[in-house]
């Protein structure tokens, strides 16, 4: 049976609470409902991991060459733009698929928003999808 690994970032615990007008009203807990459903339409295995730390994304991406994950979906939240470390952490992985997912359009948003540095170690990107953006990327790492 197929393990993906779902993390994610920084606020997106707060999802359903934080800036409404560009997450929506769906929290954290229905994402992860959601997920897990559509795990089970694919008999796949799941983990959804979520963190505000740093060093917690880090030992989390790292436990999952150990563990035998066959593919990653990361939504880094803010750590996107800046932590050379999640960059490097994935990096290291490079035999793991990672799509990095981000909810909202990045590229219409703050100027900030439009560099990742995680993206380059990821295989592919995808954005402004909604909380589909996870299916999708689920979809990407099990047609690999």
Same mark, same amino acid.
């Given at each position: 049976?197929?393990k993906? *690994? &779902?993390?994610?970032? $920084?606020?997106?615990? @707060?999802?359903?609470?934080?800036?409404?007008n560009i =997450?929506?009203? %769906?929290?954290y807990?229905?994402? !992860? #409902?959601?997920?897990?459903? =559509?795990?089970?339409?694919?008999?796949?295995?799941?983990?959804? @991991?979520?963190?505000?730390h740093?060093?917690?994304?880090?030992?989390?991406?790292?436990?999952? =060459?150990?563990?035998?994950?066959d593919?990653? &979906?990361?939504n $880094?939240?803010? @750590?996107?733009?800046?932590?050379?470390?999640? %960059?490097? +952490? *994935? +990096?290291?992985? +490079? +035999?793991? $698929?990672?799509?990095e !997912?981000?909810?909202?359009?990045?590229? /219409?948003?703050?100027? @900030?928003?439009?560099?990742?540095? /995680?993206? $380059?170690?990821? /295989?592919?990107?995808?954005?402004?999808? #909604?909380f589909?953006? =996870?299916l999708?990327a689920?979809?990407?790492? *099990?047609?690999?």
């Open positions: 049976m197929k993906i *690994l &779902v993390i994610n970032g $920084p606020n997106l615990n @707060f999802l359903g609470i934080r800036e409404k =997450y929506g009203d %769906r929290d807990n229905y994402l !992860v #409902g959601m997920i897990e459903e =559509y795990a089970k339409t694919k008999e796949i295995e799941v983990e959804c @991991f979520q963190s505000n740093e060093g917690a994304i880090i030992d989390k991406i790292q436990e999952a =060459y150990y563990n035998d994950v593919g990653i &979906v990361i $880094p939240g803010a @750590f996107t733009h800046y932590s050379y470390a999640v %960059r490097d +952490a *994935l +990096a290291s992985i +490079a +035999a793991i $698929p990672k799509i !997912v981000h909810i909202s359009n990045v590229h /219409t948003r703050e100027e @900030f928003r439009h560099t990742s540095v /995680t993206e $380059p170690a990821c /295989t592919a990107q995808i954005i402004g999808k #909604g589909d953006g =996870y999708m689920i979809d990407m790492i *099990l047609s690999e």
